[in-house]
């Protein structure tokens, strides 16, 4: 198995800009989730989703849509890029049920100009 | 609101001595804690979970964690630390919340240097 993979591993766009990030899962996860990670500040959530056709706002949600149209996949878009989007991107899934673990991707590293 | 706390920007420990990286909590209700560690430009990887029972949690890696509800604490230990440990480490507690889902809070991240 695969486990959570995620491309682009890298990416560099200018402001305004836009760009989808895709994150893949073959452990057959009902939810599936979004983080960004900065400096200092651990990960949060962006958006997250309990199960294909579903999405939900996390910590951090403005300037990010997400659709999750097949259950093994979680889009995250950017429609406008910033320079305060500059980050690395994480994708998660976990099982069903409020004590499992989360699952996470390589990571992609997004700059803005 | 739920969050966790993690003292420590860095923890420095030889090879072969015991190590422990601190985690403090804030939640209402029920902790359900988390442990993991992301190695250099790779994702994070769960060590071990604290939901209920007993209070010394055995996880991956030959790391565990203390839960103790008076302190608050859940701190990660290992009895003799490698040079292969050094690695960025997170505690997380989950949110509760309606809807489904499980949204967890990160601490700010422990940097573990093990040197020989």
């Known amino acids: 198995n695969a486990g959570v993979t995620q491309t682009p591993k890298f990416r560099v766009l200018k402001t305004g800009q836009s760009m989808t990030l895709l994150c893949a899962q073959d452990?057959?996860?009902?939810?599936m989730y979004w983080y960004r990670q900065d400096p200092g500040m651990g990960l949060r959530l962006i958006h997250y989703?309990?199960?294909?056709?579903?999405?939900a706002k996390g910590e951090v949600p403005d300037g990010y849509n997400v659709s999750r149209l097949k259950k093994q996949n979680f889009l995250l878009g950017l429609e406008s890029a910033a320079p305060s989007q500059t980050s690395v991107y994480f994708c998660?899934?976990?099982?069903?049920?409020?004590?499992?673990?989360?699952?996470f991707g390589p990571g992609t590293r997004l700059t803005v100009l | 609101a739920q969050s966790v706390a993690q003292p420590e920007d860095q923890v420095n420990v030889a090879e072969g001595n015991p190590l422990t990286v601190k985690c403090t909590y804030s939640?209402?209700?029920?902790?359900?804690l988390f442990w993991y560690v992301q190695y250099p430009n790779r994702g994070l990887q769960f060590l071990l979970k604290?939901?209920?029972?007993?209070?010394l949690v055995k996880g991956s890696y030959g790391f565990e964690a203390e839960f103790n509800k008076s302190q608050t604490s859940f701190h990660l230990k290992k009895p003799s630390a490698l040079v292969s440990d050094s690695a960025l480490y997170f505690c997380?507690?989950?949110?509760?919340?309606?809807?489904?889902?499980?949204?967890?809070?990160f601490g700010t991240g422990t940097q573990l240097k093990v040197e020989l």
């Open positions: 998660a899934s976990s099982q069903a049920g409020v004590y499992n673990e989360q699952f």
């Open positions: 452990m057959n996860h009902e939810y």
């Open positions: 989703s309990v199960g294909e056709g579903t999405t």
């Open positions: 939640v209402s209700g029920n902790p359900y």
């Open positions: 604290y939901i209920t029972g007993d209070n």
């Open positions: 997380a507690v989950r949110v509760p919340f309606t809807g489904g889902g499980n949204k967890l809070t």
